[in-house]
């Protein structure tokens, strides 16, 4: 049995609308390298994602995510470097799923920039194989890691399967990942979870720190909004059933929408949605985001398992992604 304690909350999922112009779906491929680390994900023949898991990183990461139209919403660093795209925080790669304290170990904030006398401190998810790969109108990813402090010694064992899917405008990713103790443990209530991507500078919330690049303006134009209705910085530590991030890249509008399912633990979510660029998605950290009022503890004894589902949706078009048709997203994947 799952162990844990929370503060009461409801949120009714508010009735959706049938969605009438959803677009032809395209063909998804999935391609193992056979010489790297890696996975590609294209769709409709169009580059949209890559499955990293070198051992040179901490986590295994989708990165670089790309719109539809081939426009990368992540940001490049420390992988690659783009101008404008700020240099903090290494261990902030595209898209990823890990924790601040597992036993007492940092998963989160481990990365290259960690001296190696203090590694011992820091956790380390170690993807050992994949399980599936599978192309079609849905491309399928499946992965099994090992959630493991410095010595490899194996606290959780992570089997994720993907689906990828989109159409002209809108790509898709479903995550399902089972956690499975391999000894006791214990999620300790931290701010730093569970699922993040970080931004490109595009989509962060503009500043008085914005800088000129090029003799040019650096244009950071993105906001966010909720599914109770939070925008901008009140995003952050609020819970909804789904938050996006919107702003202009060159002359498309581009949004990153994260939507929560009904069967995850301390639905709905916490957002932690920061505006220089952390968008992030964290129930275990209900102690930080309340002020001390409640909290989230989440023991697995040895052999006990717990599920998250996301649904991340990159949309671009000569507008964002509506309420209707995110909330119609949010009730599909709810069914799911």
């Not at 101008?83 to 261990?91: K, L, N, Q, S």
């Not at 701010?191 to 690049?213: C, F, V, W, Y």
């Not at 002020?291 to 004894?301: P, Q």
Request: glycine letters at 8%; one cysteine or more.
């Amino acid at each position: 049995m799952i162990r844990f304690k929370t503060l009461s909350f409801a949120m009714p999922l508010v009735a959706l609308a049938s969605v009438v112009f959803a677009q032809k779906s395209l063909p998804v491929t999935v391609l193992k390298s056979a010489t790297e680390n890696k996975v590609d994900i294209s769709i409709g023949g169009r580059p949209f994602t890559s499955f990293l898991y070198p051992d040179s990183l901490e986590k295994p990461v989708l990165y670089p995510l790309r719109t539809a139209s081939g426009t990368v919403v992540t940001r490049s660093f420390p992988l690659e470097s783009r101008a404008g795209d700020p240099t903090d925080h290494p261990h902030h790669i595209g898209l990823w799923f890990n924790f601040e304290n597992l036993n007492g170990l940092d998963f989160w904030n481990n990365s290259y920039a960690i001296p190696a006398n203090k590694k011992n401190m820091y956790g380390w998810v170690r993807t050992d194989r994949i399980l599936e790969t599978k192309s079609g109108d849905k491309g399928i990813l499946t992965y099994h890691a090992n959630w493991t402090n410095q010595q490899k010694d194996v606290i959780l064992e992570e089997t994720t399967r993907y689906e990828f899917s989109g159409d002209d405008n809108q790509r898709i990713i479903d995550r399902f990942t089972t956690l499975k103790a391999n000894k006791d443990a214990a999620f300790n209530d931290a701010k730093d979870g569970l699922l993040g991507i970080r931004l490109a500078h595009e989509l962060q919330m503009p500043n008085s720190e914005d800088t000129k690049i090029a003799g040019q303006v650096n244009l950071a134009s993105g906001n966010y909004v909720t599914s109770a209705g939070k925008t901008g910085d009140d995003a952050w530590s609020t819970r909804a059933i789904w938050c996006k991030v919107f702003g202009k890249m060159g002359t498309d509008s581009v949004s990153i929408s994260i939507i929560d399912h009904p069967k995850n633990v301390n639905y709905p979510t916490f957002w932690h949605a920061r505006g220089y660029g952390l968008f992030a998605a964290n129930p275990l950290g209900e102690k930080v985001f309340t002020n001390g009022k409640s909290e989230k503890m989440l023991h697995l004894k040895k052999g006990e398992s717990v599920t998250f589902r996301y649904r991340i949706v990159v949309n671009n078009g000569k507008q964002t992604i509506s309420t209707t048709q995110l909330n119609e997203l949010a009730g599909s994947f709810a069914k799911k």
